[in-house]
DNA sequence: ATGGTGGCTTAACATTGAGTTAATATTAAA
DNA sequence: TTTAATATTAACTCAATGTTAAGCCACCAT
């Protein structure tokens, strides 16, 4: 298994010092930065899968830098967990509204950190934090519905899930064991039609068109654009 | 939108004049004082969403000012950014922990601060939302009821804060899991259906239309505007 | 103490509708 | 043309939620 890229962000660089030591010591493959600028470009070609930065730093602090590193489609997957002094900060408010995943509440302790790192990047394709959105649809998680050109279409969970996994990689087809693995679930055994029923209904509510057919393959979601 | 109101708080006017001057050529309505008991005047008639106030000032310093104003309710959810000077160490200053929200570091770079008012003020708008009213619903935290068009409706604790709760984000669906960790704490268990029950006991004195259920998912709070 | 009151939880049972299946029709690739 | 893959429809199943009432406990006034 090849070992995991971490990227720390820290005006302190007591903290950075100490941090990368014992991760690489654990294993990771770390790199650091001093600032959010920084942060950004060495995001860009490192492509780590979890980032742990500081929220507040001079220059550029870790929620705006959170959002320009959101910006990187490549980033999509990668993990952003923040420092924060306080654990009950109001900054939690804005930093998920950034794009953060976790929180890390100072004083750091290794063992805490090491564990909480170990379940961070356990979760691996954290596929839930995709923006779900093309031009005439977009995904509302948090409202459990579907905007379509303005209007709103609340659908049943596994309709929702269905269509949420197709949009989140536009134009990509899902062979039915990725969305069997993805929506029901390894071990969760259902029918041949199950699927084929749920497209039924998806496409009955949001139109024959977004959802393609490959035969012998799996399905795609493809914008329409009229 | 109603502009935010902001001051500003050090003992040089030069800076002063150059933030206000700016500030409000950015459409922000503000207000400056030269120390800090000037400033705990002018914070409690005033009632900014934001203070950018220095930490060193003759008279009466930064901290201590802090420490006052955040004894006034009606500013209690006031930001509070402390202006520093980058050499300062502020974790001593953060140590004192006088309520401080963020830091801002001298030299001050005008776009840096505008891009971290901006995010500061929108922890503010996040923080709004907390007043739980919707056209026809307004949860009155001091009087612990809720009025429904003239309607005073007084509710049960558990009632009052799930009904807070989903209205603290119309339309957004809150699990039960989310619920139980929010109005009972992590650690209480109760049994299944004791949210159901109490969804029950709401819909029954609010009405049936306001709180819909997303089946396995959660609850969510929709206004009713006839 | 005593008894009443009301909030909260529980348990038992009812209901709903999301999810699945099965049976049949249609499609598109070879 | 052939045929496996998918579409379609409706019936069915069952887990999730709704509903009701009873019971417990804390609190308050007597």
């Not at 014992?22 to 995001?43: D, P, Q, R």
């Not at 742990?52 to 550029?60: H, K, T």
């Not at 029901?184 to 259902?190: E, M, N, S």
């Not at 029923?197 to 139109?207: Q, T």
Request: with cysteine; aromatic share 8%.
């Amino acid at each position: 298994m090849k070992s995991s890229k971490i990227l720390l962000v820290d005006d302190d660089e007591d903290i950075l010092d100490l941090l990368e030591y014992n991760l690489t010591k654990e294993g990771y493959e770390v790199k650091t930065a001093l600032n959010g600028e920084k942060a950004i470009e060495v995001a860009n070609e490192f492509l780590p899968e979890l980032i742990i930065m500081d929220v507040m730093m001079p220059e550029m602090d870790g929620i705006e830098a959170c959002g320009e590193i959101r910006k990187n489609k490549l980033l999509a997957n990668t993990i952003i967990a923040f420092l924060t002094a306080r654990s009950e900060d109001y900054s939690q408010i804005a930093g998920f509204d950034a794009g953060a995943d976790d929180y890390i509440t100072k004083p750091i302790k290794p063992k805490v950190l090491f564990s909480k790192i170990k379940g961070l990047l356990r979760r691996g394709t954290v596929e839930d934090q995709l923006i779900e959105e093309t031009a005439t649809m977009r995904i509302d998680r948090e409202k459990y519905i579907v905007v379509q050109r303005d209007t709103e279409i609340s659908l049943p969970k596994k309709e929702f899930e269905l269509l949420a996994l197709l949009m989140s990689k536009p134009d990509n087809v899902f062979t039915r064991e990725k969305i069997f693995a993805s929506v029901w679930g390894d071990d969760i055994v259902v029918g041949d039609r199950t699927i084929d029923v749920h497209i039924r209904k998806l496409r009955e509510k949001i139109g024959d068109d977004y959802i393609k057919t490959v035969k012998g393959v799996g399905y795609k979601f493809v914008d329409v654009e009229d």
